[in-house]
T-cell receptor
């Protein structure tokens, strides 16, 4: 069964360092998303990406964040200069097919980011 | 704008008892509705979804939910709780036009022996 894969599963970094989280969405999906879950809290929408551009972003997704689909298969989230409060689980999701989607998003297992 | 409210951040039920997790939504368009489960240190797994058609939706692990438009609710139920049901449950809503999902704050389900 097709699935969304994310790497790394866990990354520890120093405050101020750049981090790139990688995702491989399901191959025929058209929409790509990043969500964030701070420990013990709700899952929050960060950004959606469609047709090679950001379609929507939340207020969390400030200038420190960027997304890219560099090669038609990977979908990356970059945090330019990490802060302590960026420590969270980051989930990638994909959905929507050309023939019409069911509205369901398929989530990866998540990348846990710890900023020290 | 869409939103989801889950009543009760923690719910405890005895093993074998009825599970009822409450979810109310707000949406300006007919929504798609979802329940996701998250086991400790794991990702999000879809339990069930409502898009169109039958308002009583059956999902995995014996869970079901009923879409009640008049009450703007999508409560999750299971007739008999099992210890393995202990997890965090998230209700979610999406606008069918863009697939973006908005999650509720989650309800942690505790199963008492």
């Amino acid at each position: 069964e097709p699935e969304v894969t994310q790497t790394p599963s866990h990354q520890v970094t120093q405050m101020g360092q750049e981090v790139i989280l990688r995702c491989v969405p399901i191959s025929n999906h058209l929409y790509f998303y990043w969500y964030r879950q701070i420990l013990g809290q709700k899952v929050e929408f960060l950004v959606s990406f469609y047709n090679n551009e950001i379609s929507e972003k939340s207020e969390i997704f400030d200038d420190q964040f960027s997304v890219e689909r560099p090669d038609g298969s990977n979908f990356t989230l970059k945090i330019r200069s990490t802060k302590l409060e960026d420590s969270a689980m980051y989930f990638c999701a994909s959905g929507g097919v050309a023939s019409g989607g069911s509205g369901e998003l398929f989530f990866g297992e998540g990348s846990r980011l710890t900023v020290l | 704008a869409q939103s989801v409210t889950q009543l009760g951040s923690h719910v405890s039920v005895s093993e074998g008892a009825l599970v009822l997790l409450r979810c109310n939504y707000s949406s300006s368009v007919p929504p798609y509705l979802f329940w996701y489960v998250q086991y400790p240190n794991q990702g999000l797994q879809l339990l069930l979804k409502y898009t169109t058609g039958a308002t009583l939706v059956k999902g995995i692990n014996g869970f079901e939910a009923e879409f009640k438009k008049s009450e703007t609710s999508f409560h999750l139920t299971k007739p008999s709780a099992h210890m393995s049901d202990a997890a965090e449950y998230f209700c979610a809503v999406s606008d069918p036009r863009d697939d973006k999902i908005i999650f509720g704050k989650g309800t942690r389900l505790h199963i008492l022996p």
